[in-house]
């Protein structure tokens, strides 16, 4: 079974804040993701990374950074929270095989006070 | 422009009736896979089934089938007998299999089975 985990399942941070989220696969994948999910939304892209090392931003980057120094961990890297970072993010990780389904984390709760 | 739009944001079905969620979706791509996906309220997201822009049937898994209509970009999901357990939000998702893989999500469905 595939796995991808993440590191908080709630989380409360103070505006100004640096926040760390982790995101770790265990099935070896090239590619991952982190999403943003809110209300009528959906699910927008925030960076996707296809190896280690190597990063692309997504459709939303502003205001957060990324970093996988090894290809199981993919973090997520706010460097000074604010309000409207408040939401549910989503990791995720696939292959590159062009069936294959991304395969996602239990999700992080983020609330910036 | 919109890659994926989901147009109901949310939809009742009775229990054991069909439904269909609606997904239409824009590429200028030829090869490209569509995805729907399940988000109970517990958050986490299940693969229900995949649609390759190639495959000339449409895709079917137990109570979900897909109904792949190419020319009109749409790419519909039917759910067959309606459970409790099917209330959630339903996300179309498509990914260009030329742009780095990416995948661009709808906006979801809310999905509500009455007893």
């Known amino acids: 079974d595939v796995k991808v985990t993440q590191s908080s399942r709630y989380l409360v941070k103070r505006t100004g804040e640096k926040v760390f989220l982790e995101c770790v696969q265990d099935?070896?994948?090239?590619?991952m993701f982190w999403y943003r999910q809110d209300p009528g939304l959906g699910l927008r892209l925030i960076y996707f990374?296809?190896?280690?090392?190597?990063?692309e931003k997504g459709d939303i980057p502003e205001g957060y950074s990324v970093s996988r120094e090894k290809k199981e961990r993919f973090s997520l890297i706010l460097e000074s929270a604010s309000t409207n970072q408040t939401s549910m993010y989503l990791c995720?990780?696939?292959?590159?095989?062009?069936?294959?389904?991304?395969?996602f984390g239990p999700g992080t709760r983020l609330l910036v006070l | 422009a919109q890659k994926i739009t989901q147009t109901q944001p949310g939809m009742f079905v009775q229990e054991k009736e069909a439904v269909t969620l609606d997904c239409t979706y824009d590429?200028?791509?030829?090869?490209?896979?569509l995805f729907w996906y399940k988000q109970p309220s517990s958050g986490e997201m299940i693969f229900l089934i995949y649609?390759?822009?190639?495959?000339?049937q449409n895709a079917t898994e137990g109570r979900y089938s897909l109904n792949f209509q190419k020319a009109r970009k749409s790419a519909n999901l039917v759910i067959s007998a309606s459970q409790l357990g099917d209330s959630a939000m339903y996300f179309c998702?498509?990914?260009?299999?030329?742009?780095?893989?990416?995948?661009?999500f709808g906006s979801g469905t809310k999905l509500n089975v009455k007893p």
């Open positions: 995720a990780s696939q292959t590159g095989a062009e069936q294959e389904t991304q395969y």
């Open positions: 099935m070896d994948h090239e590619n």
């Open positions: 990374s296809y190896d280690v090392k190597m990063k």
């Open positions: 590429t200028s791509d030829q090869s490209y896979g």
């Open positions: 649609q390759g822009s190639y495959d000339e």
């Open positions: 998702a498509m990914r260009e299999l030329y742009n780095f893989n990416k995948f661009y």
